[in-house]
């Protein structure tokens, strides 16, 4: 079958939109011998997911060039952006589907009229290469574009989680100073004064404790965000089935409480380094550069693992230990020529690895991160990122009726 169309015009139409043209037609036949039909389908231009079925009109079973005319009505139509495509169906399909020509037009429907934007013809071939070209921009500017979109409600969002975990205390958000500062004394007693940990190159009681907290400062927020990500869709399951609401901001939520609670924490420990040491070093600047490849490599395991958590609901229970060999595995508790010679050249591999000798580093070494680490772990961070929303994007059509 050969589908060719022509002479293709527009005009608005009480409200709708008329589309009149020529379409040449060859071979054009059912299995059971009737003439196939001439409709529209009616997609999401963003994701490409069908919406609905227009009209059939019936075809004369012959080999010939015809004028054509649709009405789109805005009634008829879904509200919003729309794109409908203009084919012909026969018993095996839509031929466009199959590599035939089709017709498009890209619409908004207000509910009361249709604006049209373009008309083109193309077919699916055609389309390939720009199609993967516009995935691949889109896969990195849409998880960045949400964020930025919806800053406000993650701050509100953020926020409310923050002030929830100690509704009804008598502290209240002061908890959020309190919990870091007396976990770090704890530490110093326990590590410092009872065990009395030292290190060779550093035998003062507090080095051992300051060696410890620089690194457990990126493992905390990172733990708590992707162990609460797999059931974070569940605890706002009302959220997904009863509200148009952007939901991939549940999971960036978790990453931002984690690094408010965090930049807390840096700022304790910046406060213990100057009464221990008496300075802070300059190269604490380099702080904000490590969160960011810390935050895209949360951000896109949150997305992964929340996503997984509706497939997968024992996911939650198996992230807990999953994160608990994790810390073990990454020399937090203990100094890095503890680690076994097997298996230190692949500690490279451990993007939290990476960030923990970073920060121990530039606050407690006084010198700048390994640059070449650095990049490393942000190419891991970005693929991540990237990867994580991309299936999080994918399967979020099912999460409605996976809850």
Known sequence: MGTQFSDISTEPHDGGVRVAFR????????????????????????????????EHRPLPASTQTQQHEILLEPSLLPVGRLRVVISLLDGRGWSYRRGDDY????????????????TKVSSLGREAIPRLLRSVAKAFTMPAASIVRNHRLILTMVRRDLMGRYRGSTAGILWSILNPLLMMITYYFVFGVVLQARFAGD?????????????????????????????????????????????????????????????????????????????IPLTAFWV???????????????????????LFRD?????????????????????EEGLPAAIAPYMALNPIFTLVRAYRTVLLQGTAPDFVALAQLMVIALVTFVAGHALFHKLRRSFADLL
């Open 103 to 118: 017709l498009q037009l890209e619409i908004d429907n207000s509910g009361d009229a249709l604006k049209l934007h373009h």
């Open 315 to 335: 996911l939650a229970q198996i992230t807990g230990y999953f994160l608990t060999m994790w810390f073990f595995l990454t020399p937090i508790c203990y100094p």
């Open 203 to 279: 035998p003062t009681r507090e080095g051992f404790v300051l060696y410890f907290l620089a690194g457990m400062l990126p493992w905390l927020p990172f733990s708590e965000a992707v162990g609460r990500a797999p059931a974070v869709l569940l605890e706002h399951g009302n959220f997904i089935k009863k509200l148009v609401f952007p939901i991939e901001t549940l999971p960036a939520n978790l990453v931002a409480s984690g690094l408010v609670l965090q930049g807390i924490a840096i700022v304790i420990f910046l406060i213990g380094l100057l009464f221990f040491r008496g300075a």
């Open 288 to 310: 904000p550069v490590l969160l960011v490849p810390q935050m895209l490599f949360t951000m896109g395991l949150c997305w992964l693992f929340s996503a997984l958590g509706l």
């Open 23 to 54: 379409m040449r037609t060859r071979g054009v036949r059912q299995n059971d011998g009737s003439a196939p039909v001439l409709g529209f389908q009616v997609l999401d231009p963003v994701t490409g997911c069908y919406l609905q079925d227009g």
